[in-house]
């Protein structure tokens, strides 16, 4: 036998793996299971990103490139964030990763000592957790309260800080309440932060995927002081529909990005070449398949919300961005027999045949998480044979 780290044997094993899982399993006998559990857009990635990608590939650029990314796409990400932050960066200040969870993976490394401790709300991301705890730090929970929109406020994050406290995890919009904070939210936590000196770490990933009034802001552009106190993680995965080329960055203090460079470099080398250049069309290119996309999401959002919401014993708050609902089950769980949500989840995929994720592993125990990154139709039915599992038990 083989022993392994003990690092290792405290990981939590994912539960969207598990019923995504099942819901294959199910599939590959035959039988007619409709998935939510998805976490990536369901559009290929827009063609000239493709195009792009094979002409670099044919003009001999498949080799090592420099460990925290090409110049000109760390320039491409500059202009990025000055277009749409109003925020000015230097190259020493942007570190290209292989995706936004491995830019998320090497920050926890780097700024984090045993058992210093990281402040994640919840609902949180379910890799926020693990990476701190692999990282050897301490995760902290403030619980976002539903009548709070799933988010935290001010006070409570004063009350979380310790002296151990290193830095506060921000996903706005969120994984996978949807919910986006406000500025004004948002200046109530950077004054926290401030004074007490912890790092923001601001998860920007589906900054793009905004509905209705909703905006985005950065906690960033807040000030100067703010910026300097922020590592801005985003990428390309969500915004271009490019989840398979693993292309993220972190955005901040560059003796911060050093050292994530640095550690990466001992590594990965480098992100994907290929896809590097992928990346550099994407930000460079056209933005109009972002915003088709944006619109295609916004519209199953409006019709599948309605119909969500008229199932007896769920509530949900509306999104405002991402591509998940978060409903609240617990009243139709309970009423339709069942002893709490992760009953009626399992319940939903064996005699429903939809394949929900179970908001215990977000650290929400009585909600559900639904993915709208599928095509309407299936939307439709998934919620119509939810509805009709529910009123067949009441
Ligand atoms: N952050 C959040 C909140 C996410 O939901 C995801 C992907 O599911 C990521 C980061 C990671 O994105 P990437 O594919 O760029 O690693």
Request: charged residues 20%.
């Amino acid at each position: 036998d083989i022993r392994l780290a003990e690092r290792v044997k405290a990981l939590t094993p994912s539960t969207t793996l598990a019923i995504t899982a099942k819901a294959k399993e199910m599939k590959a006998k035959g039988i007619d299971v409709i998935g939510l559990g998805a976490g990536e857009p369901d559009f290929n990635t827009p063609q000239h990103i493709i195009d792009a990608a094979f002409q670099s590939m044919n003009e001999g650029q498949t080799k090592y490139t420099p460990a925290g990314g090409l110049p000109a796409l760390k320039d491409a990400i500059i202009a990025k964030l000055k277009d749409d932050q109003g925020l000015s960066y230097d190259r020493n200040e942007i570190m290209v990763s292989s995706g936004a969870k491995h830019a998320l993976y090497t920050l926890f490394q780097v700024i984090l000592d045993e058992n210093d401790e990281v402040i994640i709300p919840i609902p949180y991301w379910v890799s926020y957790p693990e990476q701190v705890k692999l990282a050897g730090g301490k995760p902290v929970y403030i619980d976002g309260k539903e009548s709070n929109g799933y988010k935290i406020t001010a006070e409570q994050l004063q009350t979380a800080i310790s002296e151990r406290t290193k830095a506060l995890i921000l996903n706005s919009p969120s994984n996978p309440t949807g919910m986006i904070y406000s500025k004004f939210e948002l200046e109530a936590i950077a004054e926290v932060c401030l004074k007490n000196n912890i790092l923001i770490i601001s998860d920007e990933i589906y900054e793009k995927l905004v509905y209705g009034s909703s905006r985005h802001i950065s906690i960033a552009e807040l000030s100067p002081e703010i910026k300097d106190q922020t590592i801005i993680i985003n990428g390309v995965s969500k915004s271009h529909s490019m989840t398979g080329w693993r292309i993220g960055y972190a955005a901040g203090n560059k003796a911060v990005i050093k050292a994530m460079t640095d550690l990466a470099s001992h590594s990965t080398s480098n992100p994907t070449t290929t896809s590097q250049y992928g990346a550099i069309a994407a930000y460079m290119g056209t933005q109009s398949p972002v915003e088709e996309m944006r619109e295609a999401f916004e519209k199953r959002l409006e019709i599948v919300y309605d119909k969500l919401i008229a199932i007896p014993g769920i509530t949900c708050l509306k999104p405002q961005g991402a591509f998940y609902l978060f409903p609240n089950v617990k009243e139709a769980a309970l009423k339709t027999g069942y002893q709490n949500v992760d009953e009626f989840a399992a319940a939903l995929l064996e005699e429903a045949k939809v394949a929900v994720i179970p908001g215990s592993g977000f650290g929400s125990p009585d909600n559900i998480r639904l993915s709208y990154a599928t095509s309407l139709d299936l939307l439709e039915a998934a919620v119509e044979r939810i509805h009709t599992f529910v009123d067949s038990k009441l």
